[in-house]
């Protein structure tokens, strides 16, 4: 269904159509075919690959490349045994020649301190009614798998951010530190923009709970007490069911950065869920070592991360028909779940039979996570400033905080007035805050950095000077690089009057506005909590995270995930998770179609 050329000739079709009308204007069966054309342009045209040269694999000793995921994510592609691995470059979704980073006036023009303070300060919570609190944990539950720069460089003068004469912020200079340069550039990169290191696996393989290398890897499975590898295969958790504790007194993770409530939520719940499937395996499998039973209960806990977010969590966020239909389809097919239950996969195709299981295509480029993606995933709007936690059993109150009480050290005081169960209801019958302009949360406006950083920092500051710093496309010329039509005026931008007017006010051309600031004014698709223009980011590398990935195309097969692993993902769900860990709060989800909306309460 649909060959290259077909999608090619759709491709065409639907660029012409959209010239003058945008795919959520359709009819159902319209806008889906244009979904799927969108994808097959973005495909084609918006994958650019960063390498000049491909880094060298490391050694795979005696490891079982080809059935079992590597820590650094090495060998996922064995024809290109680097690709995707931890310290690769970020690729790029708009051409290499419109990704030189922003320096000098034009870097400060206007100051990203400016648009922090009048376009994205919170003087009042706009909540997202229709989603609850488990959206923003899951987010970054996400993020931490998939991508981060690491460490900023200590070593060169920081940027200096300018400040308007009647700023607040406590000191008199506001400086942030530069973002790392690339180390392994060579003579080959002389011309170039900047590249940029991921420093965590490129791949869906979920790094956040097991690391990104061995030794991070050893660590989390290691009884912290004897450091002795636990043998039966199993995450360490402490006799309560918690994460043990790293030298800070944060729950130790693969990935455990920028900790709080919500993250280890998410992470106990799928180390717990990592422990459940070793358990199911030693039954079906007796004869198999520790080694074995960790290496199936990571491929297989990694699968099941990647359909919730695939199935459960982008259809929330994308409420309508063509979505919920078009992220099924990702995974199942247009046949869909139950015919995929019944028959299998009938097709190599991908619109027939889902990405998942049909043979792997990079397409344009070698796999990798773009600065693109990370940009349009800048959304700390979701999260709320202050929280208030209430008994599962019968909404009574427990403790009222805000958002610095609830991360970092403090998660644990948390634990100790409030449960697990408990924490994880408060959640999830709490909303997060609306992806709009005027509603960043205050605390990351002025936010202490968790040890052993210990900056003071306006996270809405850096995420502004990041995209320019990193050469990341402002609005309007980033909507025209992936075929977008650019508004012409603040207010084709956006249908508010007054944020056009503070709009106009800081930025005076509508072509200087960052990219992130388009995005939270743009008013999106009806259903969709986020912009169109982030969307078709997403639609392009939600695809590819699943295509690229040999584990979730040629080798997604009982051979290598085992019979019982293959049935473990297909018969799973957030639901079920929380159910199996959670068993008294089955009763609070009972009536909600999707986990990620408001649980009932009472």
Not at 56 to 76: M, Q
Not at 405 to 424: K, P
Not at 512 to 534: I, R
Request: proline share 6%; aromatic share 10%.
């Amino acid at each position: 269904m649909f060959g290259q050329r077909g999608s090619g000739l759709l491709g065409r079709l639907f660029r012409r159509i959209n010239r003058r009308r945008q795919w959520h204007q359709f009819p159902f069966l319209i806008a889906v075919l244009n979904l799927v054309a969108l994808r097959g342009n973005l495909r084609w045209h918006n994958l650019h690959d960063t390498e000049r040269e491909r880094p060298s694999a490391p050694d795979k000793d005696d490891f079982d490349v080809r059935g079992c995921r590597t820590a650094d994510g090495s060998y996922n592609d064995l024809a290109s045994p680097s690709m995707g691995k931890a310290h690769t470059r970020f690729g790029r979704n708009v051409p290499i020649a419109e990704t030189f980073g922003e320096t000098g006036e034009a870097l400060m023009t206007p100051s990203p301190r400016v648009v922090s303070r009048r376009l994205m300060t919170r003087e009042s919570f706009t909540p997202a009614t229709t989603l609850n609190v488990l959206v923003p944990a899951w987010l970054q539950f996400m993020v931490h798998d998939w991508f981060s720069h690491g460490g900023n460089d200590t070593e060169a003068t920081p940027h200096e951010i300018p400040l308007d004469k009647d700023d607040d912020w406590p000191w008199e200079r506001m400086t942030v530190l530069r973002s790392r340069g690339d180390s392994t550039r060579g003579a080959a990169d002389e011309g170039f923009p900047a590249t940029f290191l991921n420093t965590e696996t490129q791949w869906w393989d979920g790094s956040q709970l097991y690391g990104s290398s061995r030794k991070r890897q050893r660590l989390v499975r290691c009884d912290p007490e004897s450091g002795e590898l636990l043998p039966d295969g199993k995450l360490y958790l402490r006799p309560d069911g918690h994460l043990p504790l790293d030298e800070h007194s944060i729950e130790l993770a693969g990935v455990n950065g920028n900790w709080w409530v919500g993250l280890s939520l998410m992470h106990t719940l799928f180390v717990r869920e990592h422990n459940a499937i070793v358990d199911r395996l030693r039954i079906e499998y007796p004869d198999r070592d520790g080694e074995w039973l960790f290496q199936k209960a990571r491929l297989i806990n990694a699968a099941l991360i990647a359909k919730i977010h695939t199935v459960e969590w982008t259809p929330a966020l994308l409420d309508t028909p063509e979505l919920r239909f078009g992220m099924r389809a990702n995974w199942w097919g247009v046949l869909d779940e139950h015919f995929y239950r019944s028959r299998g996969r009938v097709s190599d195709s991908e619109l027939l039979s889902g990405i998942v299981g049909s043979p792997a295509d990079h397409h344009a480029a070698p796999y990798a996570i773009t600065e693109e993606f990370t940009a349009v995933y800048r959304m700390h709007p979701l999260v709320p400033d202050d929280f208030s936690f209430r008994r599962s059993a019968d909404d009574g109150p427990l403790k009222e905080c805000g958002l610095t009480d609830v991360a970092g050290a403090q998660v644990q005081t948390l634990y100790e007035e409030v449960s697990l169960a408990d924490a994880l209801y408060s959640l999830a019958t709490s909303h997060p805050g609306a992806l709009v302009l005027h509603n960043f949360p205050r605390h990351l406006q002025q936010h202490a950095k968790q040890a052993p950083h210990g900056r003071t920092i306006d996270l809405a500051t850096i995420d502004v000077l990041r995209d320019r710093e990193r050469g990341v496309p402002r609005y309007c010329r980033f909507r025209r690089l992936i075929d977008m039509p650019a508004p012409a005026s603040f207010a084709e931008l956006t249908d508010n009057p007054e944020w056009q007017r503070e709009l106009e006010a800081v930025y005076g051309d509508v072509e200087q506005v960052d990219l992130l600031t388009g995005c939270l004014a743009e008013t999106p698709p009806p259903g969709f909590a986020f912009s169109d223009t982030a969307f078709r980011i997403f639609i392009l590398m939600a695809s590819r995270r699943l295509k690229s990935d040999r584990f979730f195309t040629d080798d997604y097969t009982p051979e290598v995930y085992t019979r019982a692993g293959m049935e473990w993902i297909d018969n799973n769900s957030l639901r079920t998770v929380i159910t199996r860990h959670f068993p008294a709060l089955t009763p609070r989800m009972a009536g909600v179609r999707n986990v990620f909306f408001p649980w009932s309460r009472g």
